[in-house]
Nanobody
Framework: QVQLVESGGGLVQSGGSLRLACAAS????????MGWYRQAPGKQRELVAE???????NYADDVKGRFTISRDNAKNTVYLQMSTLKPEDSARYYC??????????????WGQGTQVTVSS
């Protein structure tokens, strides 16, 4: 079965940085776009960033210029470099793998999440 395992979360002060990683296995990694989502208590899960199979990037407006998503296909890993963190970035961050186009809903996988807490 497909497995996505996130790491790198933790507690950081406002203005600090963290790098999240998501290691994928039992998945043809290059055939999937990869994304990071986050969910804070009482709020809906929201897209933070995604990178397609061809390298096209998409970021939420409030993280542009602060977060960077990247993928290392040789390592089957996607990263989220987070800088200038703010308390409002605090959430559980989830890794997502998705098939392109119309197959996105049919082939869509999630990791267990990793907690990010930014103190003020």
């Amino acid at each position: 079965q497909v497995q996505l395992v996130e790491s790198g979360g933790g507690l950081v002060q406002s203005g600090g940085s963290l790098r999240l990683a998501c290691a994928a296995s039992r998945l043809t990694f290059t055939a999937y776009g990869m994304g990071w989502y986050r969910q804070a208590p009482g709020k809906q899960r929201e897209l933070v960033a995604e990178i397609t199979t061809s390298g096209i990037l998409n970021y939420a407006d409030d993280v542009k210029g602060r977060f960077t998503i990247s993928r290392d296909n040789a390592k089957n890993t996607v990263y989220l470099q987070m800088s200038t963190l703010k308390p409002e970035d605090s959430a559980r961050y989830y890794c997502n793998a998705f098939a392109p186009g119309s197959l996105r809903s049919q082939y869509n996988y999630w990791g267990q999440g990793t907690q990010v807490t930014v103190s003020s």
